[in-house]
């Protein structure tokens, strides 16, 4: 057996125990993991910042502060999901009571992404550690400095027999993904993501896959003009693009066009100076690889502000693209960059076709003030989250669900909704002993079949 091999079989053992099913031992855990985290704030921003270039600013907001707030809200509320959840009897089944239990599911697989190499990798812990799990993380290999720092910290914070960390890339992932796992939750990209699936399907493991698409922007006339350019400056350009649910593409009818680009350069120019290159708040590209990626899709574009690129830094400027071939490597794939190609239509309406004729977005953006187009387009369009009026939003509020749907992933966690991910919601039913009709048993007659 190999030492991966070896690590799961531990972890599996010391479920058996029963020590991590303990509510105390959960919370205490959590607590451990929030101490991880507050102690080291600056190693973590530092990581970070070697990384991807990050501002001190942004990662405690997206990343440290994110993860704080969830493991606070997991702490408050978790006596309350771990209760049973009364639900209704029916007549037949009288006198009885019903309700669900849930159960940690045992040991689980978690696999993060680099581009929030903090938070997407603890955020799904959490809810294991809160659910009741036994898990090994396996941080993204490209984050290497953020990588390596959770590897140091995290058996020094957390119980060691029950939370394992194995870095590496594709070798060690594919061995990882040989073991069985009670659930497997990865956040990353399609292609990897039915990789995992496959290796799920041979022990018949559940599985999570918070993936990624073209996630669109619709901006109609009618808008808060100034309101709408900052907030999507704010998602599209955070973390210089590489989030899963920044804004792909914005739909914008063409009598609206020339306000709202003029609008999102100025904003740009507020936030980040007029050499974005010089601002301390602009990320950089994770490696030359993708940085080459995101080169190649200004190809033949109409680049209409930005599009500089500085290799030895890693540095894309914010970059805009009008009207775009849809059929386009750019228009075709998921940008994961910060180039924001715009999109003109005669009529705002049409989103919902433009939309409907592509996969499901991870997320899905509508400025407007009108609500019969809110309507419309909730209506007509399917994505995992939708937020009207700004942008990324709905993932500070942990009462909702964050996932996907059709290629952009499935399953859900945040709050309640990751604590229950990682259980099983047992059914049971208790009856009482009290009375006892006979009308099901054997053997049947006339008089029986009419009760
Ligand atoms: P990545 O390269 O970091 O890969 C993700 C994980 O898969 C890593 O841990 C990596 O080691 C592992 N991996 C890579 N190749 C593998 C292989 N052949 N076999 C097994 N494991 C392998 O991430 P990525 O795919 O570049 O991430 C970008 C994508 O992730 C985008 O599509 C983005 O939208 C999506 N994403 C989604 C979310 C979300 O929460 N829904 C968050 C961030 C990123």
């Not at 956040?187 to 039915?194: A, C, I």
């Not at 593409?249 to 709202?260: G, P, R, S």
Request: glycine share 8%; with cysteine.
């Amino acid at each position: 057996m190999g030492p991966i091999a070896q690590q799961v079989e531990s972890l599996r053992s010391y479920f058996n125990t029963g020590v991590t099913k303990e509510l105390s031992w959960r919370r205490q855990q959590l607590n451990q993991l929030l101490t991880m985290t507050q102690t080291h704030q600056q190693d973590i921003v530092d990581a970070l910042k070697q990384d991807l270039g990050k501002a001190e600013q942004e990662s405690w907001l997206a990343e440290i502060g994110f993860l704080e707030d969830d493991i606070k809200h997991s702490l408050k509320h978790l006596a309350k999901w771990c209760k049973p959840r009364k639900l209704s009897t029916p007549m037949l089944a009288q006198p009885g009571s019903s309700w669900l239990q849930p159960e940690p599911l045992g040991t689980v697989l978690i696999i993060g992404a680099w581009n929030y190499p903090f938070q997407l990798l603890l955020a799904p812990l959490v809810a294991a550690i809160a659910a009741g799990n036994c898990a090994v993380v396996k941080p993204s290999e490209l984050a290497e400095h953020t990588s390596a720092l959770i590897a140091r910290l995290l058996p020094r914070y957390l119980d060691s027999n029950a939370y394992a960390v194995v870095e590496g890339g594709v070798e060690q992932t594919t061995e990882v993904l040989k073991q069985k796992f009670d659930h497997i939750l990865y956040t990353g990209g399609e292609t990897v993501g039915k990789i995992v699936m496959k290796a799920a399907a041979e022990h018949l493991t559940p599985v999570t896959l918070e993936l990624g698409g073209k996630s669109p922007c619709i901006v109609a006339s009618d808008c808060d003009l100034d309101v709408t350019a900052a907030r999507i400056v704010w998602s599209k350009w955070m973390n210089a693009g590489q989030t899963c649910v920044a804004p792909d593409y914005i739909l914008v009818e063409n009598a609206f066009v020339d306000k709202l680009t003029a609008a999102i350069v100025s904003k740009l120019d507020a936030f980040y100076g007029q050499n974005p290159a010089q601002s301390p708040d602009y990320g950089r590209i994770i490696n030359a690889r993708h940085l080459a990626r995101l080169q190649s899709y200004l190809e033949g574009q109409k680049v209409i502000c930005g599009g500089q690129v500085d290799e030895n830094t890693r540095y894309m400027a914010p970059t805009l693209v009008q009207n775009p071939a849809l059929d386009s490597p750019l228009m075709q794939q998921e940008i994961f960059g910060p180039i924001l190609p715009i999109v003109e239509l005669e009529r705002i309406e049409q989103a919902t076709d433009f939309i409907n004729q592509r996969a499901k977005p991870l997320a899905l953006y509508l400025y407007t003030r009108s609500q019969s187009l809110e309507q419309q387009i909730l209506a007509g369009t399917s994505a995992g989250s939708v937020c009207i009026n700004d942008g990324m939003m709905f993932m500070a509020n942990p009462a909702l669900p964050f996932g996907g749907v059709g290629n952009s992933g499935m399953g859900r966690y945040h709050g309640q909704w990751g604590f229950d991910t990682f259980s099983h919601i047992k059914a049971v039913m208790k009856r009482s002993t009290r009375f006892d009709i006979d009308w099901r048993y054997p053997p049947f007659s006339a008089k029986k079949m009419k009760m």
